[in-house]
């Protein structure tokens, strides 16, 4: 549990800054979600460098405390400080100034958030070497991060409050109130957890980054699984804002506020049902391995994606709710393994090179998963725009706009989601592989 809360700030700063930066800064203070997108994509890009090079330092980082827990704690108090200072742009401010303001912040936050989030990461795939420990371990975390769907929705709602003179006075007050937290939620992490691995460690001969990189690359269990993560970031997020289009405009034919009031019902019920089928998901992993598992629920996605397409009825909405309890499992299941998973190639990787280097896997992993959700979010435009559908037109679109919406929407993640399942079909350390890894490297370490 004190590993898993440390999941909450770190999900502040990934999905968090994306949910609140469009309302904020487009809603609220116009700047064009053209621009917001450009600072998000030159801040993956920043990244890019900050990731590899927080987990190659943190690999060789030599400290009394440990090579992660002391990173953890520096970048906890650093994103405290760089969090609220998003929200602090001046109201009067726009253009040019308003974008570099942004563009600052945002670049010294994620600078700071890459020395928390680096390392925590790590911090999981080392914890424990058993597999099914692993399982059950980022179960717990799994849970915990469900916590965030019931907070971030809720941050531009509560700063519209009428207690605040403004919509930017709320966010600034939510802004150092969220900033607490992120040093609040990581003390048990660093209090009570234990790195493994530090003592072995800090014997091991000190790797290059670039040397270091060159060896991640090389390394084919990993590119497999980053494969599998990028087929399932895109087929989920690429076209998952459609569904609030499909809402709107097909299930309750333009009215909008029906139409978002019932996406937030089924987003409740999709989060509730992920939290009930975490522990599930864990149970079978152990009985039946993680690799047949994650395998089901990459073809439960497939299912549910397109079951989309009709459960997303005009005359029964409250069908979709079927589409979230088939999709909720098969994604919340499919993060529950997937870390596990990267442990495992940790464990490929010392038994190959004889070294742990768990900050490089995290921060390459990390890195490219960030990149491609930002490539997404610019892609998502573009594909609303292909369809024909254009918001200014209301209730009276182009015949058959909506139905090329509802098709993407249903047929792409699983389109995607399939891209997945081949590489998890061809994926080489299957679950008695990784058994017998384990025993291997126990019995060479002594």
């Not at 090389?218 to 076209?239: A, E, H, Q």
């Not at 190959?352 to 490089?360: F, N, Q």
Request: aromatic share 12%; hydrophobic share 50%; glycine share 10%.
């Amino acid at each position: 549990m004190s590993f898993a809360l440390g999941t909450l700030p770190f999900n502040f700063g990934g999905a968090g800054i994306t949910q609140i930066t469009f309302p904020i800064y487009n809603l609220t203070l116009g700047m064009s979600p053209t621009l917001i997108g450009i600072v998000m994509a030159i801040v993956r890009l920043w990244d890019g460098f900050t990731d590899p090079l927080m987990g190659s330092y943190s690999d060789n980082c030599r400290h009394r405390w440990g090579r992660r827990r002391p990173f953890i704690a520096l970048g906890a108090i650093l994103c405290a400080i760089t969090f609220p200072l998003i929200w602090l742009v001046p109201s009067g401010w726009g253009g040019g100034m308003a974008f570099t303001y942004f563009l600052v912040t945002m670049l010294l936050f994620y600078t700071a958030f890459t020395i928390y989030g680096v390392p925590y990461l790590t911090l999981g795939y080392e914890i424990t070497p058993d597999p099914n420990e692993r399982v059950r371990l980022h179960a717990v975390r799994a849970v915990v991060s469900k916590l965030t769907f019931f907070i971030l929705p809720w941050v531009f709602a509560v700063a519209q409050w009428p207690i605040f003179e403004s919509t930017m006075e709320g966010m600034r007050t939510l802004g150092f109130v969220i900033g607490g937290l992120f040093v609040l939620l990581a003390v048990p992490t660093v209090l009570f957890t234990r790195e493994r691995m530090a003592k072995r460690a800090a014997v091991q001969q000190k790797i290059p980054l670039v040397q270091g990189l060159k060896l991640t690359f090389r390394n084919r269990p990993f590119l497999y699984l980053v494969g599998i993560v990028l087929g399932m970031l895109v087929g989920t997020n690429l076209v998952s804002y459609l569904g609030i289009y499909v809402n709107s405009y097909h299930v309750f034919d333009g009215d909008t506020a029906a139409g978002a009031a019932m996406h937030a019902k089924a987003q409740m019920v999709y989060a509730v049902a992920g939290m009930i089928a975490v522990p599930i998901i864990a149970r079978l992993a152990m009985r039946f391995g993680k690799l047949t598992v994650i395998r089901w629920c990459i073809g439960c996605g497939i299912v549910a994606s397109v079951s989309q397409f009709w459960l997303f009825s005009n005359a029964h909405p409250q069908l979709q709710y079927l589409s979230m309890l088939m999709l909720s499992p098969s994604i919340s299941g499919f993060w529950v393994l997937i870390d596990p998973m990267k442990a495992d190639t940790a464990d490929y990787d010392e038994l190959t090179s004889g070294a742990r280097r768990e900050g490089t896997y995290a921060a390459v992993a990390n890195w490219m998963e960030k990149t491609i959700l930002t490539g997404t979010m610019l892609l998502s435009g573009v594909v609303l725009d292909l369809s024909g559908f254009d918001a200014k037109l209301g209730t009276e679109q182009p015949e058959g706009a909506m139905f090329v919406v509802r098709l993407t929407f249903a047929t792409v993640p699983a389109i995607l989601l399939l891209v997945s399942l081949v590489l998890a079909l061809r994926y080489p350390l299957k679950d008695d592989r990784v058994s017998g890894m384990r025993a291997e490297l126990e019995a060479r370490r002594g």
